[in-house]
């Protein structure tokens, strides 16, 4: 498995665990969840990636007590991200969904995440989303603190636009290492819309959340299903694998978030490093997701 460094002395396996639908199973048990990190490690994927929100803000408290004696912490990243209020679990009391970027939000998102995590540092902390209430001196200088602090390795964002992104940075002394956004064959705005040319002058890497396109990916009716099916069989692996690897063949070096309950499948994840793509592969796949020729 290959690794990218977001900065320096911290770098993360290029294909990400995804713990979004971890609550979804029926089983989460610590002997079901280290199964499945488990078979992430036996591939070199040692990045798993949270939010306080995922499970109704339980998600991570279920990764914690799994992790709690396995001894694998040091064997793994952990990406969380904070931001998000919504009406349920321990923010029962909110009023409505709402984005909170305050500094004592922030503060206390990370101190509730190491407790429930059971890990003295985050390697990674995201803001969730933009928020248009930010103060971005405030919010700038909770994430500097974070780092200061060490509870905290490294910073980055979700789903920011550059202009969200810039204004954010200018307030900071830490840089900005990642910005993770909506990325697939379904999804491919922001290859031409500046935001992964921005990140890529900027220096900030790129993870790619649903790359699968939300399962729409597994349509067979469609001439883009068709098209991978086929490069899936010249290549020996399925077609999920090809999906993965045409963002793991882009120069910006994506960082695919994949989840699956499935361990059998999770340890299907790192068949995407196996395959090679040309530069016509990925352009017929492109094109075909477009519905038309490139102009």
């Not at 029926?26 to 591939?43: P, R």
Request: charged content about 25%; proline content about 3%.
């Amino acid at each position: 498995m290959q690794r990218v460094e977001i900065q320096a002395g911290l770098d993360l396996s290029r294909i990400v665990y995804g713990m979004w639908r971890l609550a979804d199973d029926q089983d989460v048990s610590a002997g079901n969840i280290i199964a499945k990190v488990e078979a992430c490690l036996e591939q070199g994927i040692t990045t798993m990636d949270h939010a306080d929100i995922y499970g109704g803000y339980t998600v991570e408290e279920h990764f914690g007590r799994a992790l709690k004696g396995a001894g694998l912490r040091d064997k793994i990243e952990i990406v969380t991200k904070c931001g998000i209020v919504a009406p349920t679990g321990d923010y029962a009391g909110a009023r409505l969904k709402h984005y909170n970027t305050s500094a004592q939000h922030i503060s206390a998102s990370i101190d509730r995440s190491l407790r429930l995590l059971g890990t003295d540092y985050i390697d990674l902390l995201l803001i969730h989303r933009p928020d248009p209430f930010m103060d971005f001196t405030e919010t700038g200088g909770a994430l500097d603190a974070a780092v200061s602090s060490g509870k905290v390795r490294a910073v980055g964002v979700s789903n920011f636009r550059p202009w969200d992104l810039a204004a954010l940075q200018s307030c900071m002394q830490t840089k900005l290492v990642v910005n993770q956004i909506e990325l697939s064959l379904l999804a491919r705005d922001p290859f031409t819309n500046g935001d992964l040319s921005s990140m890529t002058r900027d220096k900030v890497r790129a993870m790619a959340w649903s790359p699968l396109g939300g399962g729409r990916l597994f349509s067979n009716d469609t001439d883009l299903g068709r098209t991978l099916d086929r490069i899936a069989a010249e290549q020996g692996v399925d077609r999920t694998a090809i999906a993965v690897a045409w963002l793991l063949a882009h120069p910006a070096h994506i960082l695919p978030v994949m989840g699956t309950n499935n361990v059998a499948r999770i340890r299907q994840i790192g068949d995407a490093m196996k395959v090679k793509l040309s530069r016509e592969d990925w352009f017929e796949l492109y094109s075909t997701a477009e519905g038309r020729d490139v102009p």
